[in-house]
């Protein structure tokens, strides 16, 4: 019995040597409402009109000791855009803006996560937005991460980026000051 003990022991370790440690996988928290995609775009001008997603999906992982091997993917619901006003919804879910009859979807995927020191990194990307895909960069913030109550583990980041609406397809003119859309990206993610 001590000699079996003694060679499932050695197994152990010998699977165990040069194997390296994998980055965790997180799911964004939004059955808890831990997680925010948000946008703002100038109103003529004169100030700022928010809005937000309601409904969509991610999910990353993440590795503290390699962050540079992190990667991210979400999923938007369009039509659960929500601006606070139900006949401005409407419009910018229809032809002139979204079009979500044509596209119910927006999807993001990284290519790359580059860290620059003191919790902040550059997040680049594939936005799928109206049938267009173009490249992005997020400016990313760590907020936190660590076990939660309910004996999981979370970690969050706050993200921000910045495109013109033409360069997706939406010609709209909603004037020269109305011509870029900022989007403000909080996730909460729970390690799987």
Request: hydrophobic letters at 35%.
């Amino acid at each position: 019995m001590k000699k079996l003990a003694s060679l499932l022991f050695a197994a152990l370790v010998a699977s165990t040597i040069g194997t390296s440690v994998q980055a965790a996988e997180y799911q964004f928290d939004t059955k808890g409402a831990h997680a925010f995609i948000q946008f703002r775009i100038k109103h003529l001008g004169y100030s700022w009109l928010y809005g937000r997603f309601d409904k969509f999906d991610g999910s990353f992982t993440y590795d503290e000791a390699k962050p540079e091997d992190s990667s991210v993917q979400v999923t938007v619901d369009t039509t659960s855009l929500n601006s606070n006003h139900a006949e401005r919804d409407k419009h910018l879910r229809g032809d002139d803006f979204l079009n979500v009859a044509k596209y119910p979807t927006a999807t993001f995927k990284s290519t790359s996560f580059e860290p620059k020191g003191d919790g902040k990194a550059l997040l680049k990307g594939d936005l799928t937005l109206h049938g267009v895909t173009k490249p992005i960069t997020i400016d990313v913030e760590e907020i936190g991460g660590g076990k939660d109550p309910w004996g999981g583990y979370r970690q969050g980041f706050s993200g921000k980026t910045e495109f013109k609406l033409k360069d997706f397809g939406i010609d709209y003119d909603l004037g020269p000051a109305s011509q870029t859309v900022e989007m403000i990206l909080d996730v909460e993610g729970i390690r799987q």
